[in-house]
């Protein structure tokens, strides 16, 4: 399973979690777990930018082709593709984020 994130550049919320988000993806790949950031809802020139603020493993959804209903949005995906849990939303303990992406592992 991996943890897919998504986020867009207006959000603030996202703006405020993307350190939290790098470090969660470090801590995930530590432990032998994929993640990915999917950048979206904005123009393609500042998804393109927002999506650099993540390195390698960030993709841009430039056509609109997901509707999360809410960012930051966390997904966390089995290796077929279908998505297991999800949650929109930061919570107010970012442990909790951790938690929720290694569960049932």
């Not at 390195?55 to 960012?71: C, H, Q, S, W, Y």
Request: neutral net charge; aromatic residues 8%; hydrophobic residues 45%.
């Amino acid at each position: 399973q991996c943890l897919a994130v998504y986020v867009a550049p207006w959000c603030g919320y996202c703006r405020k979690a993307t350190p939290l988000i790098k470090e969660l993806r470090h801590v995930l790949r530590a432990q032998g777990v994929e993640s990915w950031v999917i950048v979206g809802q904005d123009e393609i020139g500042v998804v393109r930018e927002y999506a650099r603020e993540f390195g390698k493993g960030a993709l841009m959804d430039t056509e609109r082709a997901i509707n999360p209903g809410g960012v930051p949005h966390f997904y966390v995906v089995e290796q077929g593709g279908a998505v297991l849990r999800q949650v929109a939303g930061l919570p107010p303990n970012p442990a909790d984020l951790l938690a929720f992406a290694l569960e049932n592992r």
